[in-house]
């Protein structure tokens, strides 16, 4: 029997270049740099689609969508972010809640970190109280060029579908209910 949660966990990380938008969490944010890499370099989305599919023992997202195939330059990363849903929703779980946090030194995350949500919400189709975001500074890292995403994800097994009902109407008429027989006086 498949047990009933499931615990996955992603991590990833990308440059910042100069003149490129900047995508995190599928929301564009203001900033003079964006994050390079094959596909839009949405580093938090695909720390996500990591942790889904990691949590249903799925390959990873590299290997699904691999950096060599000219298909995903540029690509949307909510696609990889789907394909990691469809997966898990084809294993029988949902999402039950989530947590993330996300280091880099600019732009500040938390102004944005309740708008990123609220985007997550409608992607992951959960509530947005059930995703966590925190917004760390790299001190002492080294990384003050770099974005790095930390997810973990909880999911749950989904309610087993109910049996269809049999609508047919019966061939023979319901006869009616029985009188209960007269008292003796
Ligand atoms: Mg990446």
Redesign the pocket.
């Known amino acids: 029997m498949p047990p009933s949660t499931r615990i996955g966990f992603g991590w ?3 440059e910042f270049r100069p003149n490129i938008p900047l995508k995190i969490g599928g929301l564009r944010l203001a900033h003079n740099k964006g994050l390079g ?1 094959h ?1 839009d ?1 949405d ?1 938090l989305l ?1 720390a996500i689609t990591d942790a889904v599919l990691g949590a249903i023992g799925a390959p990873d ?1 590299g290997t699904l969508f691999p950096p060599s195939d000219p298909k995903w330059k540029g690509a949307d990363s909510v696609v990889f972010l789907n394909e990691a849903l469809k997966r898990m929703r084809a294993a029988g779980y949902n999402i039950s809640n989530l947590d993330s946090s996300l280091i880099m030194l600019a732009p500040k995350i938390g102004p944005h970190a309740n708008a990123i949500r609220a985007h997550l919400s409608r992607l992951l189709v959960i509530p947005a109280d059930c995703i966590g975001l925190k917004a760390k500074t790299p001190e002492g890292i080294g990384t003050d060029n770099a974005a790095i995403a930390n997810v973990v994800v909880l999911l749950a097994k989904a309610p087993a579908k109910r049996e269809s009902f049999n609508l047919t109407v019966p061939d023979k008429p319901v006869p009616p209910p029985r009188k209960s027989p007269a008292k003796k006086k």
């Open positions: 990833d990380s990308h890499g596909s370099g580093v695909h997202i």
